[in-house]
Nanobody
C-alpha cells in the first residue's frame, strides 16, 4: 500500500507560480512512476506530467515549457513546479503513483488561477 498526500495548492493570479508537493509513504520502494493529474469542473481527469524512477519525464502539451515535475529519486516526494499559470490551469490536482500492478491516488489539492 502507498499513501499520497498533496500540498501547495491555492489561489494565484494569471502569470503567477505555485509548487505542488506529493509526499508518499508506505511501500514506496515499489513505486516506479508518479504523476500529476488534474480535473476541472465538468471535465475529465487529465494527465499533466509524469516521472519514472529512471528520471524520464512526460508532459501534456498544454503545460510544456511552463510546468516541471521532479523528485522520485528518493521515492518519497514529487514536486510540480507551475509557472506562467493561466486561468485554464484551474482544477483540482491529484497525485498518482504506479506501484507494481496497483494505482494510488491522493486526495487532491485545489489550484485556482484568477484572471
Amino acid at each position: 500500500q502507498v499513501q499520497l498526500v498533496e500540498s501547495g495548492g491555492g489561489l494565484v493570479q494569471t502569470g503567477g507560480s505555485l509548487r505542488l508537493s506529493c509526499a508518499a509513504s508506505g511501500s514506496i520502494f515499489s513505486i516506479n512512476v508518479m504523476a500529476w493529474y488534474r480535473q476541472a469542473p465538468g471535465k475529465r481527469r487529465e494527465l499533466v506530467a509524469a516521472i519514472r524512477s529512471g528520471g524520464s519525464t512526460a508532459y501534456a502539451d498544454s503545460v510544456k515549457g511552463r510546468f516541471t515535475i521532479s523528485g522520485l529519486n528518493a521515492k518519497n516526494t514529487v514536486y510540480l513546479q507551475m509557472n506562467s499559470l493561466k486561468p485554464e490551469d484551474t482544477a483540482v490536482y491529484y497525485c498518482n503513483a504506479g506501484a507494481l500492478s496497483s494505482d494510488y491516488w491522493g486526495q487532491g489539492t485545489q489550484v485556482t488561477v484568477s484572471s
